[in-house]
């Protein structure tokens, strides 16, 4: 018979389930779900001493002390800790002890404040069987999520939920992908999220992981994929926990997680993370696997890999950089096909593509090659002092094939520290007249109808012509009053993903020029597929109507969609386009405008 009373019989059982835990040391690292309890393991080789401290066990740093093991990680088992309760590591290292948020914690109450303890098991993702469209039929949509709609509060940015009401306008835009500009926990509750703080967690202002989970749920639902802005090449540099983690640095630099040289130096502070350390790349590779095994996203978006892979983008090269952005990209390509990873690196080199062990191992690249020459024959006034021929080169460009670049005339980075949307551009004092609209529509002809991922930024589709600010909503006013620019949208995007079937070649992978003028400013090329279904468009980059005899494919090309129809907008002159026939065929077009053709 056991006299052993039943409280000492369940203190017994705890001590042999912790050890049983400990003895197994599950895999994992940060805080890691157990049928009872959680177990916690974290990297920091050059403590003395780590406990785990919370709510658990009301915050005693005697209470729960962690075990060292090999590689300089430290582990342990806390039965009774619960799902959402708040802890942090207690780090000793000589006479200092350092409070450190978990570096893996997937939830925090704020970038200064505690992680919280959280089960990615616990949500439900049933139903969620969406398949990501290929790299041929996106059309992204860039948002930041802080300040795409006004949520009324003056003291809060808008959130998740707020973004979620919205998912239905982005169905009604024809949209099929929604790029999320860096929502990893920062410092405070505004900026573009380029500060990341605690990267596995989702900004807490934002509403947090689920949040994030049933935004990607419900965009799922309606058909769109969500690609996620990660942010790789620096952490910070405020309101880091990552920094001097365990104690240890070098050079007064940041510790473990960071070079302790030169190559520390960004242009946004000494927080080059040390892509050299195993754990250092472990931690990324973790972060990239997450987001989208955890929270089913579409893609990854890695910001301004240059400086992952060199100092200050061009030179003083880092080579562990390039095999930091290759195994991303190994990650996506092999453990999520068809998936897909874009590099914002706007250098023009085709390695950034390669899946060569020396390349970048991307699907795809931010397009300078586009954006630049585009927009500066956009902006021009000057008509003589137009490129067109710039303008062909931009249409034709590519790196390895023709798909694997993002091309665009607005990004948040296009709008904002300086520039501003195409309509202020172009008539700063007028950015609602016709030669704003007309141009900035004539932009976005040109993105949803040359080869490569086309990409709008949030409001570019209703001409919002404030330059972009993560204190300020977008202005939906304007929205209502562009609602006819914005069913032009929806009609190019519409083309562009051959919705009706009349225009698969603007997803085909062959382009041709066939007209190119630089006196009249017109430009004619052809998209087809590889059994040669082709859209025909042409485009007049002059202030003037132009006619002109050109050299077409053989049939009869029916019009599908003009741009100076005045049913997109009153001020537009709706200039008559005719239908051609091929070879030689007649061809007129209003000014700065766009008239696109399929065989009938």
């Known amino acids: ?9 369940e203190i017994q059982q705890g001590k042999k389930q912790a050890t049983m835990s400990a003895q197994e040391h599950v895999p994992g690292m940060g805080a890691i779900p157990l049928e009872q309890g959680y177990a916690f393991r974290v990297w920091a080789p050059n403590a003395d001493s780590v406990a785990v401290v919370g709510d658990f066990n009301e915050w005693d740093e005697q209470a729960n002390v962690l075990e060292r093991e090999e590689s300089g990680n430290f582990y342990g088992v806390v039965t009774q800790a619960r799902t ?8 000793r290292n000589g006479e200092n002890t ?39 039929e996106l059309v992204i949509y860039e948002t930041h999520i802080g300040s795409f709609v006004d949520n009324g509060d003056e003291h809060q940015p808008a959130n998740l ?21 860096p929502l990893m926990e920062f410092a405070g509750d505004y900026s573009w999220g380029y500060n990341p703080a605690n990267i596995f967690a989702v900004e807490s202002s934002y509403g947090g992981p689920d949040a994030l989970k049933h935004f990607i749920k419900e965009a799922h639902a309606r058909g769109i994929a969500v690609i996620i802005d990660v942010v790789y090449n620096h952490f910070g540099p405020s309101d880091l926990s990552l920094w001097q983690f365990d104690g240890w640095q070098e050079n007064d630099k940041g510790g473990i997680y960071f070079y302790q040289d030169w190559r520390s130096s960004t242009p946004w502070g000494d927080t080059r993370p040390d892509y050299g350390r195993q754990e250092v790349r472990d931690f990324i590779s973790d972060n990239a696997r997450m987001w989208l095994r955890d929270y089913h996203a579409d893609g990854l978006r890695l910001d301004m890999t240059p400086y992952m892979r060199s100092k200050d983008g061009f030179s003083d090269d880092i080579p562990e950089g390039w095999t930091m952005m290759h195994e991303v990209g190994r990650v996506v390509r092999e453990e999520f096909p068809g998936r897909i990873a874009i590099a914002e690196d706007l250098h023009n080199l085709a390695a950034v593509s390669s899946t060569e062990p020396d390349g970048g ?27 067109i021929d710039s303008v062909a080169a931009a249409v034709t460009h590519e790196y390895l094939n023709p798909f694997d670049r993002v091309i665009y005339t607005e990004s948040h980075d296009e709008v904002a520290n300086g520039s501003a949307r195409v309509t ?6 007028n950015p609602d007249g016709w030669d704003a609209q007309k141009r900035a529509t004539l932009g976005a002809c040109l993105v949803l109808s040359a080869p490569g991922m086309p990409m709008l930024f949030q409001g570019q589709e209703f001409l919002e012509d404030e330059w972009f600010r993560d204190t300020v909503p977008l202005d939906w006013g304007q929205a209502w009053a562009f609602r006819d620019i914005a069913r032009m949208f929806s009609d190019l995007i519409a083309l562009r993903r051959n919705l009706d079937g009349s225009s698969a070649g603007l997803q085909g992978p062959v382009t041709r020029i066939h007209h190119q003028d630089n006196e009249s400013k017109l430009l004619v090329f052809s998209r087809e597929t590889l059994d040669q279904d082709a859209v025909l468009v042409a485009v007049n980059f002059s202030r003037t109507e132009c006619a002109a005899n ?19 907008s009153t001020l537009f002159g709706n200039h008559e386009t005719s239908d051609m026939e091929g070879p030689d065929a007649y061809l007129s077009l209003g000014p700065f405008s766009c008239v696109m053709f399929s065989r009938a």
């Open 1 to 9: 018979m056991d006299n052993t009373s039943a409280e000492g019989r």
């Open 84 to 91: 959402g309760q708040e802890y942090q590591f207690a780090i």
């Open 98 to 136: 350092f409070m450190r948020i978990d570096p893996r914690a997937f939830k925090v109450t704020n970038s200064v404040g505690n992680g919280v303890l959280y089960n990615h098991e616990d949500f439900d993702w049933s139903g969620d069987e969406f398949a990501t469209p290929n790299q041929h």
């Open 161 to 181: 939920e707020d973004l979620t009401k919205k998912l239905d306008y982005l169905v009604g835009l024809n949209i099929n992908c929604v790029e999320l500009m």
């Open 361 to 387: 191992n991307m699907h795809a690249q931010w397009d300078s090659q586009f954006v630049h020459p585009v927009r500066e024959a956009l902006i021009t006034n000057d008509d003589a002092s137009r490129n």
């Open 424 to 429: 202020t551009e172009v008539a700063g004092d």
């Open 550 to 568: 050109v050299t077409i494919p053989e049939g009869h090309w029916k019009v599908r969609f003009n741009s100076d129809a005045n049913t997109y």
